[in-house]
């Protein structure tokens, strides 16, 4: 395996260890920013791409910046997914509220309806 | 008898309207306090679930899964002073013969938590398909090894809950991987568990309705995402 496997897959696994352990809004928010940084540094720098490519045993900058936005889209993924876990936990406890609260609404009309 | 006031069965039920009232009649005729949490159905449920006296309906005013509708229903039930709480399926796979078997250890306070295996009892199951009982099998094995619970049916919705268990139970997978949540959340709180056999009735009705083999992949994924950071 040359360095570049070794480093995509550690980013794989770097990643399952984030979003289970170690995730928060804030810190993706740094990761993100940090993925942009890259972005920037790779758009007006073009010859360091080929550079640091030729380095990591890649060979083109093009490929290196291919593997690098795989491993982007990849975090970006499961970023999106835990925060769409996060909004749909938040509707299930209003919808239960709103069910908790319409069955108990029902009781209370019954009771008001005998005591009057 | 004096624990039937306090023994609430919760019933998840999503487009059952066929068979629901079938399903509950026994139920309330023992006696039982029965709530049934409608998951947002499209058929007629809601007409057919009102037309039942003395049960009390939860209905989601969106769908969200069987998970979320057992938690909604659990909390309901503690609200209303529940000592005893049993989770029974809408479908009519259930036999309300087996809840006193299910509610002893409870009542005896040699459990926390009882769940009910279809694989315990020695008379053959009619109308398990042999995949079905391989899937089923392998999630024993893999919720097992997962959970170090040492277990014969991980996926059956038969099981009942002491109050102390069901207030530190607290569902958070909608769908379907509330079965393997319950197993480790009971490792979590080191309740006190215990399997006892029960019945499945088969019909052609509840495998039509019941879980595809193929949705375990769904379920893997679901325990996956769920262990994310929110």
């Not at chain 1, 979003?19 to 740094?30: K, L, P, T, V």
């Not at chain 2, 049960?55 to 969200?64: E, K, P, Q, S, T």
């Not at chain 2, 899964?65 to 909390?75: H, K, P």
């Not at chain 2, 006193?100 to 009542?107: A, H, R, S, V």
């Amino acid at each position: 395996m040359n360095f570049i496997q070794i480093a995509l897959l550690a980013a794989l696994a770097l990643f399952l260890f984030y979003f289970r352990h170690f995730r928060s809004r804030a810190s993706d928010r740094w990761i993100f920013s940090i993925f942009a940084l890259f972005g920037a540094i790779a758009i007006t720098m073009p010859e360091y791409t080929s550079k640091v490519a030729r380095w990591m045993g890649v060979g083109r900058g093009a490929d290196l910046l291919l593997y690098g936005y795989v491993v982007f889209s990849g975090f970006l993924f499961l970023a999106i997914h835990a925060r769409l876990r996060a909004l749909q936990l938040a509707l299930t406890e209003v919808t239960r509220e709103l069910a908790k609260l319409q069955a108990n609404r029902k009781d209370n009309s019954k009771s008001l309806g005998s005591s009057q | 008898m004096t624990f039937l006031s306090t023994t609430w069965i919760v019933v998840p039920s999503y487009n059952e309207a066929r068979v629901i009232a079938e399903t509950l009649s026994p139920l309330l005729e023992q006696g039982y306090q029965v709530v049934v949490v409608d998951d947002c159905s499209t058929d007629n449920s809601p007409k057919v679930l009102a037309e039942i006296p003395g049960l009390n309906v939860l209905r989601h005013a969106i769908n969200l899964g069987q998970g979320a509708a057992l938690q909604s229903g659990i909390e309901f039930a503690l609200e209303q002073e529940a000592e005893y709480i049993v989770t029974f399926d809408a479908d009519g796979q259930h036999s309300h013969l087996d809840i006193p078997k299910l509610l002893e250890p409870l009542i005896e306070d040699t459990a926390d938590v009882v769940l009910g295996s279809r694989f315990l009892t020695h008379e053959p199951i009619k109308n398990l398909s042999s995949t079905k009982k391989l899937v089923l099998k392998l999630a024993i094995l893999y919720t097992n090894i997962v959970s170090n619970i040492k277990l014969t049916d991980a996926h059956n919705g038969l099981r009942a809950f002491s109050r102390f268990a069901a207030l530190r139970i607290k569902l958070r997978q909608n769908r379907m991987a509330h079965a393997s949540e319950i197993i480790s959340q009971i490792r979590e709180e080191r309740l006190r568990f215990t399997e006892v056999p029960v019945k499945i009735i088969y019909t052609k009705y509840s495998i039509q309705k019941g879980q595809r083999i193929w949705n375990s992949f769904n379920i893997l994924w679901d325990v996956f995402v769920g262990g994310f950071k929110l």
